[in-house]
């Protein structure tokens, strides 16, 4: 079935460093993939998508892009502040409408 | 527009007993998915209800179940609760049929099972 693999954490970086988030999934066809982000005691926030191949979501300074020859969509930062500290989750809607499917999280420690 | 809402935010149930919680779909929306994100993991799919019924269902036993009404609203129910119940609900409500499918999430309801 389909699944998303996730960079192990948590991640720790100091202010204004670059940030980078690996994910992989498997699907058959072509899925939408996600990047959503969970504040502290907050819910889900999608954060970028990317709906077809080679396509490039940003948001907020954060991008990611659908690579289908490498199933990959990594999330990238060029300068992370305090603020970005939360869990991440990249996930993928696949052919189906009824669910969308989550990785494991990522969580990022921004520290001054 | 209004967001989507859950109620209520926390709750504590012991073991065996009955939960109902409940979830105000974002403006505009007709499909309702609930989710179950135990600590330190991702959103689990539990099941999706489109136009008052159900639409797809994830890996989770009979006595986890739902209803949607016609304003969209929705409730997740859950008989005969076990410890490893415990976790954060989450609803999202979507609109399918537009050109751009996405799932809009509420803040949680964190359930604790003692």
């Known amino acids: 079935g389909d699944s998303v693999t996730q960079m192990e954490g948590p991640v720790t970086l100091s202010e204004e460093a670059f940030l980078t988030i690996n994910c992989t999934y498997t699907?058959?066809?072509?899925?939408?993939l996600f990047w959503y982000v969970q504040y502290p005691g907050e819910g889900l926030q999608l954060l970028l998508k990317?709906?077809?191949?080679?396509d490039k979501g940003s948001n907020k300074g954060f991008e990611a892009t659908y690579r289908k020859e490498t199933t990959s969509f990594h999330l990238e930062k060029g300068s992370v502040q305090v603020s970005d500290s939360a869990v991440y989750f990249c996930?993928?809607?696949?052919?189906?409408?009824?669910?969308?499917?989550f990785g494991p999280g990522t969580s990022l420690s921004v520290i001054p | 527009e209004t967001g989507v809402t859950q109620s209520p935010t926390h709750l504590i149930k012991t073991r065996g007993q009955q939960v109902t919680l409940r979830c105000s779909s974002q403006?505009?929306?007709?499909?309702v998915s609930w989710y179950q994100q135990a600590l330190g993991q991702g959103p689990q799919f539990i099941f999706q209800?489109?136009?008052?019924?159900?639409?797809g269902r994830g890996n989770f036993p009979p006595r986890f179940s739902g209803l949607q009404f016609p304003n969209y609203s929705s409730e997740l129910n859950v008989n005969a609760l076990e410890l490893d119940d415990s976790a954060l609900y989450l609803c999202?409500?979507?609109?399918?049929?537009?050109?751009?499918?996405?799932?809009?999430f509420g803040p949680g309801t964190r359930l604790t099972v003692t």
């Open positions: 990317a709906t077809k191949a080679d």
């Open positions: 403006s505009g929306h007709n499909t």
């Open positions: 699907a058959t066809g072509y899925p939408s």
């Open positions: 996930a993928l809607r696949g052919t189906s409408y009824d669910k969308v499917i």
């Open positions: 999202a409500s979507s609109w399918v049929g537009g050109a751009d499918y996405e799932q809009y």
């Open positions: 209800y489109y136009r008052e019924e159900e639409n």
